[in-house]
């Protein structure tokens, strides 16, 4: 096992770093303190290095316009109704940053430069990234303290797990953003094969806010639980695939140890994720390829995400992702790669 790492510039008062994480089996993980990002994942292939999610040319590139490519995105993953939250009698305004609405946090946890601490053991290799998000930034209440902690094993497996804790009752549904294009970087993710243990996902509206509650998978577009081709799914001609251009949906998981399975085209490497999240949103790179400065050299559906999470709401009623003062919040995720 092996962990090195490198100073690249400077940002926000803090070094910006780039850390290589390597097992002895010749997978390599590349991660930035910008964003604690998973900035890249390599493995071996036929003698040669297969990159297995989207990434930048560089990781200068990272900060100079928000990309969600591999980052911890928080306070709030995805889009917020009106961007209000309503709390007994009171509501609380966040900024409105997409159309009518709230999305992603504002200036995010995926846009700050965090702390770090790298950790070496016998048979794995860690970094530990740690960020407070202060009372009021973004208009969030609560000093919301971070922890994010990436560690790559000898079995192929990279963990991610995320700890908060805030001062203040607080709203909370981050996620780690990462691509998956497990047929190389610069692929699409047509023949890209996923299982998914949901039988369940939430429709969404134009604005893609879900409509209401859930529906069935059974006899959809949307039934990945036996295992099918992403192309199948995005050429299906489904109403909710085009009003997105794809997927840009919540999936409500089982709760099966395995959530969900990613398979190359030609087999060579797939992905196991189990997470303790009740959901996995999955959006497929609808917009990649147009006119983003960064990604236009991305291909539109070059990878899909796979982010745990809580689903977003229909309304301003979010119950579901209040984090109570005093209380450590936990999420956990497992990314088993196989090649």
Known sequence: ?????KKYGWLQGRDLCEFVLENDHGMSVKLLNYGATLEDVAVPVDGAKRHVILSLKQAEDYSKERNFLG???????GRVWRGQWKNG?????????????????????????????????????????????????????????????????????LLYDLTAYSDKLTIFNPTNHTY?????????????RLFLDA????????????????????????????????????????????????LDHPFILNGQKTAAKVV????????KMSTNAPAIVIYTANSFGKGEKLVKDLPQYGGLTLEAQNAPAPSNDLREITLEPGKTWRRHVSWKFDY
Request: proline share 4%; charged share 25%.
């Open 1 to 5: 096992m092996r962990l090195t790492f």
């Open 71 to 77: 980052g911890t995105v928080g306070r709030i993953a």
């Open 89 to 157: 009698d009171h509501i609380l305004q966040l900024p409105i940053n997409d159309g009518e609405n709230h999305i992603h946090g504002g200036f995010g946890t995926d846009q700050q430069v965090w702390s770090f601490r790298p950790e070496r053991g016998e048979d794995f290799v860690s970094v530990h990234f740690s960020l407070l998000d202060p009372d009021g930034h973004n208009g969030f209440p609560g000093n919301l303290q971070l922890e994010a902690t990436y560690t790559l094993n000898n079995s192929g497996e």
């Open 180 to 192: 998956f294009c497990l047929d190389g970087l610069g692929t699409e993710i047509n023949q890209t």
């Open 199 to 246: 039988d369940y996902y939430l429709p969404v509206k134009e604005d893609g806010l879900p409509v209401g509650g859930m529906e069935s998978v059974e006899g959809t577009a949307f039934d990945f639980r036996k295992g099918k081709s992403m192309g199948e799914a995005l050429k299906s001609g489904d109403a909710q695939i085009a009003l997105r251009e794809g």
């Open 264 to 271: 190359a085209s030609d087999g060579k490497v797939s992905m």
